[in-house]
């Protein structure tokens, strides 16, 4: 049972952090800021297709929409052994121990202390006649100590919470990570299968070109053609061949970088698959930016942090009020270790402390002003994550249609190509034409159908882009006040499907 003078010290407490309270409120605790607009935001994308129902959203599987399992297993490679993301989980980590340290002081503190103590105390201290003799003491103590500062103004859980979402922000910035990582390897793969489709048309080119040169040296053995055709044709036959070495570098700069992506030693590490045409353009729309906000952890992230600037500001708010903290001891003390345990040789005490800052030359109202700096700028850089992640969807979704568009177009110039090449092809050898007109059309052959490979590339590109601006099958739900506040309520009918 607590003594009457600890009651009498718990009543005056209460009391004074009351007062404390209602003029710290009143006057010498800052203010907050008035919350900001929401932001607005469109409705729709200009650049969806608005006659075409929704294709489908990416999810975590998204790889598996391009149809080629030799991605799959290199984004699920990346996914599971690549430094970076190892690195990303370690700061996870970090970011939760933190959090739980801040989660710490909510609870109170107990400690253990014992001590043994010898003393000998010479007789000189309290006779002035000698013979002067030493008196021996011993003093053994066993105890438990329990602290605890009150959280009566929730600063504390302030700080708690702004650890936790800094926490939460690690996790949502490994899944930033892994998406950019994911999508990296993916452009990768399509980089090294356009390379390798590149090295082999131009290959099929120098054959072609060969055969040509073939063709105009016999028709110069017999008057119809002239030195200066061949020369001509030469010279194709050799720009043709030049092209195919830096295709080769390419590929093995695309073999050796996704082999990092893996972590794994580029030496053995091969890309199996021959081309492109294995390959398959997913079909994604999005129609609604709600989705997008849905989708994105950089925006998630950039929430969590404004949320923990946030707690940091209420804290610095909540450190001008005085803080309650109280301390109990309890145990046993004894001149001898034989009776330490008796029950009669304990010695229990209970304190309690208020300290309120009055002069501190400024350092809170510094602290306060420098968190509420840090708020404004983390408010100011979710806003711009969340148009930067408006405008990634609505250029994605324009490149994935303009793609389409233009592989649609370039597969018809390679057609109508082949079809002049081959006409040029017998007409030269009958006779009926000079090899000019024939290497004009030859030359918008090759050139036609390597732009063909790189517009199946961009769109491919495209498609992973969007797939990314979506983010990449990730979902959180911005249900939060700073969400709300600065964005506005989401209803029901704009969210994606679960």
């Not at 009391?15 to 209602?22: E, F, K, S, T, V």
């Not at 929730?154 to 930033?176: I, K, N, Q």
């Not at 090295?199 to 053609?225: C, E, K, P, Y």
């Not at 390679?414 to 007409?427: F, N, P």
Request: charged share 20%; with cysteine.
């Amino acid at each position: 049972m607590a003594s009457p003078d600890w009651a009498r010290f718990c009543r005056f407490a209460s009391r004074g952090a009351a007062l404390c309270a209602l003029i710290g409120l009143s006057a010498c605790v800052p203010s907050l800021d008035k919350p900001r607009d929401a932001l607005s935001l469109p409705k729709a994308f200009d650049s969806a297709d608005q006659g075409k129902s929704e294709q489908g959203q990416p999810d975590s599987e998204w790889p598996k929409l391009f149809h080629a399992k030799e991605l799959d297993t290199i984004v699920q490679g990346t996914a599971a052994a690549n430094p970076d993301l190892e690195a990303a989980t370690a700061r996870i980590a970090e970011a939760e121990a933190r959090a739980a340290s801040f989660r710490a002081p909510l609870v109170p503190g107990v400690d253990f202390a014992g001590a043994g103590q010898r003393t000998s105390t010479p007789s000189s201290l309290t006779s002035d006649q000698p013979p002067f003799s030493s008196t021996d003491a011993n003093l053994f103590s066993l105890g438990l100590t329990a602290s605890y500062t009150l959280d009566v103004w929730g600063r504390l859980r302030s700080l708690a919470h702004a650890s936790e979402a800094s926490a939460e922000a690690s996790h949502y910035d490994y899944e930033a990570l892994a998406i950019g990582l994911k999508a990296s390897a993916a452009q990768t793969y399509f980089t090294a299968l356009a390379a390798k489709d590149r090295i082999r048309v131009h290959q099929d080119n120098v054959r072609l070109a060969t055969q040509i040169l073939d063709a105009i040296r016999a028709r110069m053995s017999v008057g119809t053609a002239s030195a200066l055709d061949v020369a001509e044709q030469e010279s194709i036959v050799a720009t043709q061949k030049a092209t195919i070495p830096p295709l080769e570098q390419q590929l093995v700069q695309s073999r050796v970088s996704l082999a990092v992506l893996n972590g794994l030693p580029p030496e053995g590490f091969k890309v199996k698959a021959s081309g492109l045409d294995g390959v398959t353009v997913p079909e994604i729309a999005a129609n609604v930016p709600s989705t997008l906000l849905l989708r994105r952890p950089d925006l998630a992230s950039a929430e969590a942090n404004l949320r923990s600037a946030e707690a940091n500001v209420e804290a610095a708010r909540m450190a001008f009020l005085p803080t309650v903290s109280l301390t109990a001891k309890n145990g046993v003390e004894s001149r001898n270790l034989s009776t330490l345990l008796r029950s009669d040789t304990t010695n229990p005490g209970l304190t309690g402390d208020i300290t309120a800052p009055i002069f501190d030359g400024g350092s809170l109202s510094a602290d306060f002003a420098l968190q509420k700096g840090i708020r404004d700028e983390l408010t100011a850089t979710y806003r711009k994550t969340a148009l930067t992640a408006l405008s990634d969807v609505e250029i994605a979704l324009s490149n994935v249609k303009t793609s389409r568009d233009q592989e649609k177009l370039q597969y018809e110039a390679v057609i109508a190509s082949r079809r002049a090449y081959a006409i040029s092809e017998g007409r030269l050898k009958a006779g009926t034409i000079d090899s000019v007109t024939l290497l004009t059309v030859e030359q918008n052959l090759f050139q036609a159908e390597d732009a063909l490979i790189t517009a199946r590339l961009a769109r491919l590109s495209a498609a992973l882009s969007l797939i990314q601006a979506l983010g990449g099958g990730f979902a959180v739900q911005p249900t939060s006040p700073v969400a709300q506040r600065l964005f506005g309520p989401v209803s029901e009918e704009m969210r994606p499907p679960q």
